[in-house]
């Protein structure tokens, strides 16, 4: 006699399913939680795995916690998030590529000055200062003129020599040659101020430079600041000392500010100090020879 189907025999056994979807659900876990730390963003990895802490602290398992992961503030190792942190467009990418390479020409510019101020002993009196506005060569009053002239002494001559050489590497950026006096006054009949003193020895200096043939006189401009850009005190001798120099200034051939918005509470940058010397002292006995 045939037997009648029951119930049961219809429907399988399908609680399998329940410690399978359960599986899954923790595979896709794990798999976006990879993804996300693959990504190498500190903030999202944080705010992902506090979420799915959350998520699973409520039940037993093996993403069961005492407590959920602490928030970002908390995870050891983890670099804050920036607000300014964010990933650079191709054209961003390719400029802050310019910015580097340009940076790295001045660098080099910069060190072979440095060696000759080093191998001269002119660290005293003369200095180079590379920052966001280009390169600046530092000369102290002292390594070129005579207290109150504009005439070039004959070691000034040879260290102008040497520079123009070093500055044929800087071609086709612009350079400005400029004077700067103290605040002391003065009234000859040659000078009959500040003004006119510091202009001189600038165009003094600049002619002297000029007599290399491989600079082009096109990318040169002269400037006489007088006494109004000092970079010292000028109520003490040294302040004064080193307000009187004249600076030999490469212009970059693009600005060297990175991509990007700076947010406003930002810390500002300095400009670098001085290097191979403060110019300005007292040049002494045995200076470079032409």
Do not use: C
Request: no cysteine.
């Amino acid at each position: 006699m045939r037997r009648r189907k029951t119930e049961s025999d219809e429907h399988l056994n399908e609680t399998w399913l329940i410690p399978y979807a359960d599986m899954l659900t923790l595979l896709l876990a794990l798999f976006v939680v990879l993804f996300a730390m693959s990504e190498i963003d500190a903030a999202r990895v944080a705010k992902l795995a506090n979420a799915f802490n959350i998520a699973f602290s409520g039940g037993s398992g093996v993403l069961q916690f005492e407590r959920p992961v602490p928030p970002e503030a908390e995870l050891p190792n983890v670099p804050r998030a920036r607000q300014d942190d964010r990933r650079l467009s191709p054209e961003e990418a390719a400029e802050l590529a310019r910015i580097r390479e340009e940076k790295r020409q001045l660098q080099a510019i910069q060190q072979e000055m440095d060696r000759f101020i080093r191998e001269n002993g002119l660290e005293p009196y003369l200095s180079t200062v590379l920052d966001e506005t280009g390169l600046k060569l530092l000369i102290g009053e002292q390594a070129l003129f005579p207290s109150g002239s504009a005439t070039l002494t004959p070691e000034a001559k040879a260290i102008a020599r040497r520079v123009s050489e070093i500055l044929v590497h800087a071609y086709p950026r612009e350079i400005t040659v400029s004077g700067h006096t103290d605040n002391v006054p003065i009234s000859t009949p040659e000078f009959p101020s500040n003004w006119e003193l510091s202009a001189a020895r600038a165009a003094n200096f600049l002619q002297a430079l000029l007599k290399n043939p491989q600079l082009d006189p096109k990318t040169f401009r002269l400037i006489g600041y007088g006494e109004y850009r000092p970079i010292a005190d000028n109520r003490t001798p040294e302040g004064r000392a080193k307000n009187r120099r004249v600076e030999v200034s490469i212009e970059p051939l693009i600005p060297l500010k990175p991509p990007g918005p700076t947010p406003p509470d930002a810390p500002q940058e300095a400009p670098a100090p001085p290097r191979s010397g403060d110019a300005g002292s007292p040049v002494p006995a045995g200076a470079p020879s032409p």
